[in-house]
């Protein structure tokens, strides 16, 4: 069985910081790519970021600069540290594994930032 589980969402005021973890379980964590997405109230998920297997990152135009995705193979697992945050960061993050036609999304967690 397949799960992947987030964890270090929370509050916190504009400016700050946050690093969120994603634990994998069920999947070969290192054949798999992995990224993070979030989802506003009111609007469609979106991608944040993605390590992929390879060891290639990609971050969107918005987060870049401020947002870094890391992983550790040997832990299965994904973060996602997060400075200088604003309150458009507002959203719930969700974890996804993919590879090849396999994909897999994790709970999410939630993430508040305060002006």
């Known amino acids: 069985q397949v799960q992947l589980v987030e964890s270090g969402g929370g509050l916190v005021q504009a400016g700050g910081s946050l690093r969120l973890s994603c634990v994998a379980s069920?999947?070969?964590?290192?054949?798999?790519?992995m990224g993070w997405y979030r989802q506003a109230p009111g609007k469609q998920r979106e991608l944040v970021a993605t390590f992929t297997s390879g060891g290639s990152t990609n971050y969107a135009d918005s987060v870049k600069g401020r947002f870094t995705i890391s992983r550790d193979n040997a832990k299965n697992t994904v973060y996602l540290q997060m400075n200088s945050l604003k309150p458009e960061d507002t959203a719930v993050y969700y974890c996804?594994?993919?590879?090849?036609?396999?994909?897999?999304w994790g709970q999410g967690t939630q993430v508040t930032v305060s002006s």
């Open positions: 996804k594994s993919e590879r090849r036609s396999l994909v897999y």
């Open positions: 069920g999947i070969i964590f290192s054949i798999n790519h």
